[in-house]
């Protein structure tokens, strides 16, 4: 079972801090919160783990390979997977499409098979397509495969992104305000996708606003404010934690 | 009825060395890189061809396959410093590059024979051999878009960041484009060589790279049909009509201004999207309101 | 004989300058690239020749040359930018639509003279020289030098120190508040594109007047070389773009001094590509500039 280990973590830029010595473990098959005040620093850390920004001190480790240095492209394929808290679909292309890239990194034809167009590589595009399609039935969008992805509603766009995100089959997902702008029926069906994942054996990392959707979810909490951890423990221990109420009233 | 013939038999040969370069500068392009190296690239396959027959001896087929070999190793050069370059910054690198080389060609006349050309040049391939290779590419190109090169180099092109995080290497990607870029250059110059008496470093230069970027941008950067639609309507065009020949590039240059305010996509690809739009609205039922 | 080639390298140099600073001023606050910029520079020039031909003097000749190119300039601005402004492909689109009005313009001129080489009537500027410190200056250089120098004190001045200066550096960070406090983003437009004209406009008539060789092709090796001079710069700084003008101007003007003739464009653009390389933000340029965007 892989977990994420963050090991006083740290990043400045020009010498200001915006995320410092901060330290925590996601462990596989559980829900784990990252909460925190707007400018926390919780997209910031994400972005550290999934190397679009570069570690300034610190260790991050998945499972036993240690990947503080490791390229965007490299930490997918160790089995992290990302959402974005702005959408971020291929606005051009088709829904299914959009789905089907997110098994890139499961996908085993060469690329000099697919450069010269062979069966192997041809048919597993068919068969990508069948699976895609499958995903879709299962959050209910399946007659919206051939739609522009740039033209859905919110709550369907954000559907299509936790699809592509399941799709790549991640050890990690990290979420980063998948509610955001849901209403509470939408947000609990979501909810309940994620506690299904974690049961299936996967690591959740739920980064989220809204503390009553992250309350009745995870396990553990950790709370970030300016940059530095406040605050972890069991949901009732977070909420009822002084520093955590002074941070978000303050905010 | 042979003039007829003869004529549009040179324009159909230039029509297949056209196209091939635009799919050359299509598939850069394709995966998110503004690079207009085509010119640069087809300026050494075609110099390399043209010395390998004429000065070394060898087979014509052989030389093809050394412009193209050729052209690849180019490409994969240029797509290193290339790779921490974005955008309009390339454009202009790649610029840089097609004036080097043509700089380079014009200087060493003892290896090209400069300013002069390179002449004495055998017609060795005609239509058939041209045909052939375009048809070759034209394939890979469709193979491409079906498998996941297809999807990883749209996913580039769309959002790098998206790419990257669902385990698409950026750099390697984009380098393999301009190795294909190269080969298919390298090879089309080979082709243009083997159909040209000389050879000259101008032809190779600032007309040649508006060439090739402007058939892709008419007739679309997405489908493996655009670049060659546009190299058919480009070439067309100036020959229905005298005044339409001799206003060519201020025609070119009308026609690049009214795609970009009107079909920015160009014209396969907006085509494409009607067609799919109009599919989509017939068989999707009315959603409920969100 | 270093410091003549330096002396004449820094003349032209200072034309180079006016020409970049055309170009990186709509760069700069727009963020578009202007293909088109070096077929205003031959426009510049042949303006300037004809009304000379036409028997007009020369002051007029530039005059004239100066607000037609400006105008045209704003021209290209309604016909190539005008609609990009809000498109998500802003930067891919505008090097194609001015590209296409480049090729437009130039044909043109290519009609109009025929494609043939043009001179300006002999004594059309006086032929004087003068010597001190064992330099020899012409009177064209020195008008030259003046020229170039004056322009960009006029748009320094224009820039930084009149209220229409300050509120078209104020679309540059963000248009849409500018509009907000009360900026008009189409008047900024007008007058960063006529002055963008205008210095390539005057440009032009300099070079003409120097080189004497006018011809509708001019304009492109000038674009190129703009290129290197812009890149060098830093793309979207005004001072940069001065300075990497004059420093430009003996770079070339040394390097056809001194090696033979064929090799002068090789090593431009492979300095540009050396350039681009090391350090694309140029000598002032800012950092994030044309290098690796994570984000979209």
Not at chain 2, 118 to 143: K, R, S
Not at chain 3, 177 to 195: E, I, K, R
Request: with cysteine; net charge positive; glycine share 10%.
């Amino acid at each position: 079972m892989t977990a994420l280990s963050i090991d006083h973590v740290s990043k400045s830029f020009g010498g200001v801090d915006a995320v410092a010595d901060i330290s925590m473990q996601v462990p596989a098959g559980r829900i784990t919160g990252l909460i925190g005040p707007n400018g926390a620093g919780k997209t910031t850390l994400i972005n550290l783990i999934t190397g679009i920004l570069t570690v300034s001190k610190g260790h991050i480790r998945f499972g036993e390979q240690d990947i503080t240095q490791a390229p965007a492209h490299m930490v997918a394929r160790a089995g992290i997977t990302r959402t974005f808290q702005n959408i971020r679909l291929l606005t051009e292309a088709s829904v299914i499409d959009n789905v089907m890239i997110g098994f890139y990194r499961r996908e085993r034809s060469s690329t000099l098979a697919s450069l010269l167009g062979l069966p192997a590589a041809r048919n597993e595009t068919v068969s990508l397509r069948a699976r895609a399609l499958a995903l879709l039935e299962l959050f209910g969008m399946a007659h919206l495969a051939e739609h522009e992805a740039g033209g859905l509603a919110y709550g369907h766009q954000r559907r299509v992104e936790m699809m592509r995100a399941l799709a790549s089959e991640p050890a990690l997902i990290l979420l980063d305000e998948p509610v955001a702008g849901m209403n509470d029926v939408e947000a609990a069906e979501l909810g309940e996708i994620f506690t299904r994942l974690a049961r299936e054996g996967m690591g959740v990392l739920l980064i989220e606003h809204n503390v009553r959707f992250v309350t009745q979810l995870c396990h553990h909490i950790y709370v970030l404010d300016s940059g530095r951890m406040i605050a972890s423990g069991t949901p009732t221990e977070v909420v009822n934690n002084p520093a955590v109420i002074t941070a978000y009233l303050g905010t | 009825m042979s003039d007829f013939l003869n004529t549009y038999h040179h324009l159909f040969n230039v029509f297949l060395i056209g196209s091939g370069y635009a799919l050359s500068q299509w598939v850069v392009m394709r995966a998110g890189v503004f690079s207009v190296a085509t010119a640069g690239m087809a300026s050494i396959g075609a110099y390399a061809a043209a010395i390998l027959t004429t000065r070394l001896g060898w087979h014509y087929l052989a030389s093809l396959l050394g412009a193209l070999v050729l052209g690849a190793a180019v490409g994969l050069l240029l797509s290193w410093p290339l790779a921490r370059l974005r955008g309009v910054f390339q454009a202009i690198a790649t610029l840089a590059f097609v004036q080097v080389v043509m700089a380079i060609a014009l200087f060493s006349d003892s290896l090209t024979g400069g300013a002069m050309g390179f002449n004495a040049i055998p017609t060795l391939v005609g239509t058939v051999e041209t045909l052939i290779a375009l048809v070759l590419v034209v394939y890979l190109m469709t193979a491409i878009s079906a498998t996941r090169l297809g999807r990883a180099f749209e996913a580039i092109r769309q959002n790098e960041a998206v790419a990257s995080s669902l385990g698409v290497s950026v750099n390697f990607h984009q380098a393999l484009a301009f190795a294909i870029s190269g080969a298919i250059a390298g090879l089309f110059g080979g082709l243009e060589a083997f159909q040209s008496f000389t050879l000259f470093p101008a032809t190779f230069g600032f007309p040649a790279v508006i060439a090739a970027l402007s058939y892709v941008v008419l007739g679309g950067r997405r489908s493996v049909a655009g670049p060659i639609v546009g190299a058919a309507i480009l070439l067309v065009l100036p020959e229905i009509s005298r005044p339409l020949a001799d206003y060519r590039m201020a025609l070119y240059g009308a026609i690049l201004m009214l795609v970009i305010a009107f079909l920015p996509r160009g014209i396969v690809d907006t085509g494409l999207l009607a067609l799919r739009r109009r599919r989509i609205a017939r068989l999707t039922p009315p959603e409920p309101r969100e | 004989m270093l410091a003549q080639q330096l002396l004449n390298g820094l003349v032209v140099g200072g034309v180079y300058a006016l020409f970049a600073l055309g170009f990186t001023l709509v760069f700069g606050i727009h963020h578009l690239m202007n293909l088109a910029h070096g077929a205003v520079f031959m426009t510049g020039a042949f303006v300037a020749l004809y009304s000379v031909l036409a028997g007009f003097p020369l002051w007029a000749g530039v005059l004239l040359a100066i607000v037609v190119c400006g105008l045209l300039s704003v021209l290209i601005e309604i016909t190539a930018f005008r609609r990009l402004r809000k498109s998500g492909e802003a930067e891919f689109g505008a090097i194609i639509s001015t590209l296409g009005a480049d090729l437009i313009i130039v044909t043109f001129a290519q009609k109009i003279s025929a494609s043939e080489v043009l001179r300006f009537p002999f004594e059309t500027f006086p032929v004087q020289i003068f010597q001190f410190a064992g330099l020899r200056v012409s009177l064209l250089q020195l008008f030259m030098a003046v020229s170039a120098f004056v322009l960009m004190l006029v748009l320094f001045w224009y820039l930084y120190r009149t209220s229409l200066g300050t509120r078209v550096r104020s679309v540059s960070g963000n248009e849409r508040a500018a509009v907000l406090s009360g900026v008009n983003p189409n008047v900024v437009y007008f007058q960063t594109f006529f002055l963008s004209g205008a210095l390539a406009g005057a440009s032009g008539v300099l070079i003409g007047l120097a080189f004497n060789s006018i011809q509708f092709t001019m304009g492109e090796p000038f674009l190129l070389r703009g290129f290197v001079v812009i890149v060098l710069g830093g793309m979207g700084s005004i001072p940069g773009a001065m300075i990497a003008g004059l420093l430009f101007g003996m770079i070339q003007t040394l390097t056809a001094a001194y090696l033979p003739a064929g090799l002068t464009d090789a090593i431009i653009f492979s300095l540009l590509f050396v350039i681009l390389l090391v350090r694309p933000y140029g000598l002032f340029g800012k950092e994030t500039a044309g290098a690796m965007r994570a984000e979209r």
